[in-house]
């Protein structure tokens, strides 16, 4: 399963209700600028909502390598034969009398199908054999994440860190949840355990990132996130989210062209081509913004 796929996240629009009230210049000579600005504050003053790839807390992965975790079958062919009987069950292919290794390898095909409730019924199967294998929670508790039970997700990942303390996935994990649903001083609190064993963890510096972001901390959020930069130079979001906080501290360049990047990884990331818009407002060119302005609404479309 990835556990990046597009989900709903929560984007400020600060900047764009300030640039809606303060632009009445701007406003004359690109009239698309605040009709998408206008558009966008609208959906209420808690900020916007769009589905944006790869946007907002990400886990680190599912399926790492745990002293607890159990071994990868070594009868390749009753694996396969599992396989395709659960493929051919009318029936919830977890009441095959099989073990729990082959019924983990079910659950993983199911959640690489995107088959999300029978993956986890797999997966709380597996765990009623095995309590302990802390590779089947994690995964089920990512997979509980994408289905939006973000607070039975975090029940399984708590049980999981009780079993593994010190595990920097299992914590960065932790903290995904825990930011998705505003819980950012726990979030916090996990992030930088994992950064003071493994500062060079890129998953732990974007979501503290995120983190410092959505608590309005936007000089606190510029280094991490140019950090996680450093580490990862392909994330878009990562440099969006750069980009927004730069935009906040007033390194209008800076965030121009951190706007700039994340369109160049993610060509329809809408939100930061709304962002360029906002920046060149600022830089007072306005014609360039009532072109990001539009290339963005043409994206929501």
Known sequence: MNPRRRRRRHVT???AAERAQSSDAAADSAPDSLELIEEFSAEGEAGLHFEIAEDGFVPAATDFQSPG??????????????????????DDPIDLDVGADVLYECARDAAREGKLDLAARRYNHVLQLQPD??????????IYDEMGDHETALTELDQCVEREPD??????????VLGTVGRYAQAQRDLQVVLDADAGNVEAHYNLGVVYSRKGLWSEAVPQL???IELDQGRAAAYYYLGEALNHVDDLEGALQAFQRAVELSPNHQNALCGMGIVL???HRPDEAAQMYRRSREVKA
């Open 13 to 15: 629009a600060e900047l």
């Open 69 to 90: 975790s159990i071994e990868a079958p070594t009868r390749s062919s009753v694996v396969k034969r599992t396989r395709q009987a659960a493929s051919d069950a009318t």
């Open 133 to 142: 294998n802390v590779k089947a929670r994690n995964n089920l508790a990512l």
């Open 167 to 176: 595990n920097a996935m299992l914590l960065s994990n932790r903290a995904a």
């Open 226 to 228: 140019r950090r996680a």
């Open 281 to 283: 407002d600022r830089l």
